[in-house]
């Protein structure tokens, strides 16, 4: 029987059901790294920090989830090795790859097994098929969404030597906050429901993809974290930011945004207008910038 992961607000009920306090940001972060997983959050132990429960888990002496990886793979699939390299190749990669693209860089062979190893980890939910926005709707692409097997091939499985308190010493780096940056889109593609109630469109049929403009020589390149294609003639071009407080527009990302837009409003037919979103933590400051924005998701919404 196929389990979903919990939302972040189940994870809320369930960490508050074991007596283990912890704020809506470090939930987050703590679905940054587990991605959900019940059998995973109940080792969080009461009377510890988010980064005291990671380094417990994952780095201390005979950490219970430090070799998790590898048997994660080998109980759920009967080839976990032939998946461990589609999903190693997929981590390297926010965006994610093609079919072809992902057998040329395995190295496992175009055939019916192929497809099957792809289907099997869809079904899992450790990967997600989607058709990238601009192109042919018969290009898909793969992309890695499982956050605990991104969070181990990012930070435990680099982590050549054990350290007990290496996430204490970690946590706070510039390193980790680019990290928790690209995880955070990752949580909120994970609740994209939560995000369409927050935005009024729940009822809407969408179709969700992130977008990437090459540049060149001419054409400045640009990446749009979300967009949410609607079917009422509209897009939510979707900013995601994880902030330690209200986030601030200054003039050169409002200068971003806007190119953003343009660029985007030249692969969209006259009928469709642009409205920008910012999802992240807490809120937006209002200054003079704030209205690059139309609306605001914050954190407390995905917990609904």
């Known amino acids: 029987m196929k389990l979903s992961p919990f939302t972040l607000g189940e994870c809320e009920e369930f960490f508050k059901s074991r007596n283990v306090r912890m704020s809506r940001y470090d939930i987050v972060q703590s679905y940054m790294m587990l991605g959900g997983i019940p059998y995973y959050l109940n080792y969080f132990k009461k009377g510890l920090s988010l980064v005291q429960n990671i380094d417990k888990m994952f780095f201390s002496r005979n950490a219970i989830l430090r070799d998790e990886y590898g048997r994660l ?147 400045e390149g640009t990446q749009i974290d979300l967009l949410i294609n609607r079917k009422d003639n509209v897009v939510n071009m979707c900013e995601m930011k994880f902030y330690g407080g209200d986030f601030a527009v200054d003039s050169a990302y409002e200068r971003k945004l806007a190119h953003r837009e343009i660029a985007l409003a030249e692969k969209l037919n006259r009928r469709t207008v642009i409205h920008p979103v910012l999802i992240t933590t807490y809120g937006l400051a209002y200054n003079e910038y704030s209205g690059s924005f139309m609306q605001t998701v914050s954190m407390d919404a995905l917990f609904k």
């Not at 976990?80 to 981590?91: A, C, F, G, T």
């Not at 390297?92 to 792809?118: E, F, P, V, W």
Request: overall charge neutral.
């Open 73 to 219: 793979f080998s109980a759920i699939f009967s080839n976990p090795e032939d998946m461990k390299r589609i999903v190693d190749v997929l981590s390297g990669r926010r965006c994610g790859y093609s079919r072809q693209d992902i057998i040329k860089k395995t190295g496992i062979s175009d055939n019916g097994a192929a497809s099957k190893m792809l289907k099997a980890l869809e079904a899992s939910d450790f990967i997600l098929k989607y058709a990238p926005f601009g192109l042919d709707r018969r290009t898909e692409y793969y992309k890695l969404t499982d956050q605990f097997c991104l969070f181990y091939l990012k930070w435990v499985a680099e982590c050549d030597k054990m350290n007990p308190d290496f996430w204490m010493r970690s946590h706070s780096t510039p390193s980790v906050a680019s990290w928790r940056g690209f995880a955070f889109e990752e949580v909120c593609l994970a609740h994209i429901q939560q995000i369409k109630v927050a935005l009024g469109i729940a009822g809407v049929s969408t179709t969700q993809s992130a977008w990437a403009l090459r540049g060149d020589d001419e054409i």
